[in-house]
């Protein structure tokens, strides 16, 4: 390919010069070396943020049996040991949502890790965005069963 570049002052002569538009192997390797290095920083990003979504997922359903269970307790104040076995049943499946959330947020933890891991080797070493950007919630603390 030909290109004919401008001079200082922004005039052109009539002095082409020939601009080698082949990649050698090595432009080729390093390109492939870029993307997979994208791609694996990508591909710990999507599993950490797939591992939120499902905490948070979690988090909803423990806030939804939260409240039908307060519901039901108000309820069952003084009511047939029937309706109470219900808001106990309710209480055992909130203890083990819990339990659940719990297990989720480790995974979330170590993927957070992870990406961590990942980024360092990549040679990127500030990492106070990624803390805010996937605050990983307190755990919590199961329900006292009576």
């Not at 939804?64 to 104040?77: H, I, K």
């Not at 219900?86 to 209480?91: F, S, V, W």
């Amino acid at each position: 390919m030909w290109y004919n570049p401008p001079q200082p002052g922004g005039r052109f002569t009539g002095m082409s010069v020939m601009i080698n538009t082949r990649k050698t192997t090595q432009d080729i390797l390093q390109e492939e070396m870029l993307r997979e290095r994208a791609a694996v920083l990508a591909r710990a990003g999507e599993k950490l943020a797939a591992a939120q979504e499902k905490l948070l997922k979690i988090e909803a359903e423990i806030s939804e049996a939260l409240s039908l269970w307060r519901c039901r307790g108000d309820e069952t104040d003084g009511a047939a040991p029937a309706e109470a076995e219900g808001a106990h049943r309710i209480l055992r499946e909130i203890n083990a949502k819990i339990q659940a959330y719990n297990r989720q947020r480790e995974l979330v933890k170590t993927r957070y890790y992870y990406l961590i891991v990942t980024r360092e080797a990549l040679g990127l070493i500030h990492h106070q965005r990624l803390a805010e950007i996937y605050r990983i919630p307190p755990k919590k603390q199961c329900l006292p069963e009576p």
